[in-house]
């Protein structure tokens, strides 16, 4: 298993990623720009040469780390890879003097709260209809420890 920078050829593999895990099918610019943004904040997990895995975040306030997306491929679930990546990300946000990482998470989404929570994460706050469906999201925050 080998974790590395997105890269632009990776756009098609992360695409369905997304589509199997979140349901959701946005245009590549989108990946293309996250990747401009930020390189150490979108990586992706490959194993045996398959993309299984990416976590995508900005800095989006000044040190502060925001996570837009994170999915494991169904098959691979439950073998700690998503924690693995979640790893090697708070120390990418360290390195970059990042001290802070916070998300938004469905409420209906007890797996990823209780994933989140068990890597440290507490919820903050909520935001009611956050998704385009009306769902409303909690917001889960994380202090690194360097
Ligand atoms: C959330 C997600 C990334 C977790 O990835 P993962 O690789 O399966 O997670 P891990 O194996 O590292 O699990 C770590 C901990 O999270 C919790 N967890 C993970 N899957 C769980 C499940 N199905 N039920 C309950 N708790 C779970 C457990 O506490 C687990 O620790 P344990 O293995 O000691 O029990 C993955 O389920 C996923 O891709 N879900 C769909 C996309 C999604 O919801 N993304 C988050 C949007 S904000």
Redesign the pocket.
Known sequence: MIIRRFTPSDVRPVMEVVKA??GETYPPSLYLTLHNIWQDGFLVMEEDGRLV?FVAAVESEKRIAR?L??????E???????????KELSARCIANDIHTVK????KS????I??????GFAITGELNNFYVNGEGAYVMMKVLES
Do not use: D, P, W
């Open positions: 895990s979140l895995a996570i997306m994170l999915a494991v491929l169904r691979y679930r439950g073998r700690s890879l998503g924690s693995i990546l979640m998300l938004e998470v469905r989404n007890k797996i990823a209780a994933f989140y929570e068990r890597l």
